[in-house]
């Protein structure tokens, strides 16, 4: 009866192993590999400012939900004391990733007073051609299915000569843009109106200069209010053949109500807002400046529609529903690792962890002899099971591969083959009072079962400690120590246990050189 189940075990576990490893290979399940292993971008962001830890928090969520809308691949956040570190590993896009991260700050809606050209010498009045100014485009946003104007499709009409001075000046001369009947217009120098700029484009209370990524220039009044005007559904569609961004409106004095005085303002031209549009700026830079097509928003919902191309929309739908960060960050360090530097590495890692399985397995085909296969057949066995596990990790949790996990998995490896010989000196010394192979066998096990573990149970709990008081890499090393701690018991019990009895039990077994100590032959009743 007891080989029976011991037949049973032994097959249930490898046809659990082999039905997990093969089904991650037909569904392309493969352990998703870190930013050291495969190259990427990190980025390591430290506060400015005032802040507490609940925001903190809030800031770090909101910052993992970015990474995870730009599609990165099992994305590592860490939160180290106040600094949090971001890793991106196999990026496609590795500026673009930067960019998203780096908008950090709080997203402000700012009235525009002037827009134009930059002007790099403020001394100097620019001429413009008006017979050469392409007819401009009409970019809005409305009330639910309505418009907000702008985007980055809407600046491409300020392609006249225009002059802004330089921003270090205590005064601006802008030539304005006649939106009535879309030509650019000449202001004198002397007509120009002065206006005093403040030194912090990402002060709220300041009148600032500020460009954006086309290069033009926007002359913003004090914010109105920020992007927690906006619910977190911002979605970027297509709308009568264009694309469109789509957001919703909180309720209450800190939403609908803010955003509506402001919009009426915009929308009435009024000293607040003369030029109709409202800045969408993020960390200094206009991300969107739309024109107000309507006084007050009833319906919940503001629509931007212009000329945007799909990436556009998306990018500003994704800064519209995550905007809203509570603490303001600066990018203090920012480093890219190259796919080729990521793939020596992976190559070093292996190399290094099977010269270092091909030396055990050597130094065990020299002691044990044959009976070294137990160890080939169980750590196999146990390769098998953290392969599929990890790739299933992966696939549904993020999880990573990397450099330190290899280690964690190297180290757990050591553990094992040291359950290995913990059971084989005890079966030798069995043997060596004279017991048959079949009884040194069972109370070997029983006896080495204890200390086999006490001794993965030592290692998970070192696992937990490092996991719980330690970041980053440190982490990853003992995640998956205390996964092959677990993967090591199991296996010790169900397959090493059961194929080194079964084997004990054999007759070809009886009466041989085992472990290098001669067995008994079992006396016929």
Do not use: H
Not at 108 to 129: H, K, M, S, W, Y
């Amino acid at each position: 009866m007891n080989r029976r189940r011991q037949i049973i075990s032994l097959s249930l576990l490898i046809l659990v192993v082999a039905s997990g490893l093969i089904a991650n290979l037909v569904a392309g399940n493969t352990p998703a590999l870190g930013l050291d292993l495969q190259g990427g971008a990190s980025v390591t962001l430290q506060p400015d400012g005032e802040f507490d830890q609940a925001g903190l928090d809030v800031a770090v969520e909101i910052i993992r939900a970015r990474v995870d809308s730009i599609g990165v691949a099992e994305p590592e956040i860490i939160l180290q004391g106040s600094t949090v570190i971001v890793n991106l590993p196999g990026v496609k896009d590795q500026q673009q990733a930067l960019d998203i991260i780096g908008r950090t700050g709080e997203l402000l809606l700012r009235p525009v007073l002037q827009t134009g050209i930059l002007n790099e010498n403020p001394d100097t009045t620019v001429a413009t051609n008006s017979t050469t100014v392409p007819e401009q485009t009409s970019d809005s946003v409305e009330d639910g299915a309505g418009m907000v104007s702008g985007g980055p499709g809407a600046s491409k009409i300020f392609s006249t000569a225009t002059t802004v001075p330089d921003p270090a000046t205590s005064s601006t001369q802008v030539a304005t843009t006649d939106t009535s009947v879309g030509v650019s217009t000449d202001t004198p120098q002397d007509a120009t109106p002065t206006l005093g700029l403040g030194e912090d484009p990402n002060d709220p209370t300041q009148t600032v200069l500020l460009l954006d990524k086309q290069g033009v220039a926007y002359v913003v009044g004090p914010a109105g209010a920020s992007g927690k005007v906006f619910k977190n559904d911002a979605r970027a569609d297509v709308e009568t053949g264009q694309w469109a961004v789509v957001v919703g409106l909180r309720s209450g004095p800190d939403g609908d109500q803010l955003w509506n005085k402001l919009a009426a303002a915009c929308f009435n031209r009024t000293a607040e807002c003369p030029t109709g549009q409202l800045a969408m700026v993020l960390d200094g830079v206009v991300i969107s400046a739309p024109s107000v097509n309507e006084p007050e928003f009833t319906g919940g919902t503001v629509q931007i529609t212009g000329s945007f191309t799909a990436d556009e929309a998306r990018e500003l739908a994704k800064i519209l529903e995550f905007g809203a960060v509570p603490v303001r960050f600066g990018v203090s360090q920012a480093q890219t690792v190259s796919a080729t530097l990521g793939s020596d590495s992976m190559r070093a890692a292996l190399i290094s962890g099977l010269v270092g399985i091909l030396l055990v397995v050597l130094l065990l085909l020299a002691y044990y002899r044959w009976m070294a296969v137990f160890v080939l057949a169980g750590m196999s066995v146990s390769i098998a099971f953290l392969w599929s596990l990890v790739s299933l990790l992966s696939r549904t949790n993020g999880l990573a591969l990397s450099l330190s996990g290899i280690a964690g998995v190297i180290v757990s490896i050591g553990i094992a083959v040291d359950s290995y010989i913990v059971f084989f000196e005890r079966i030798k010394d069995e043997i060596r009072l004279g017991k048959t192979l079949k009884n040194s066998a069972l109370r070997s096990f029983e006896s080495a079962w204890r200390t086999i573990v006490a001794a993965d149970t030592v290692s998970f709990i070192a696992a937990i400690v490092l996991w719980y008081l330690t970041v980053g890499s440190v982490r990853g090393f003992a995640f998956f120590l205390g996964i092959s701690a677990l993967t090591d018991i199991l296996v010790t019990y169900f397959f090493t246990r059961n194929a080194v009895l079964l084997f004990a039990r054999s007759k070809r077994a009886q009466g041989r050189k085992v472990l290098g100590v001669q067995t008994v032959k079992p006396e016929v009743m």
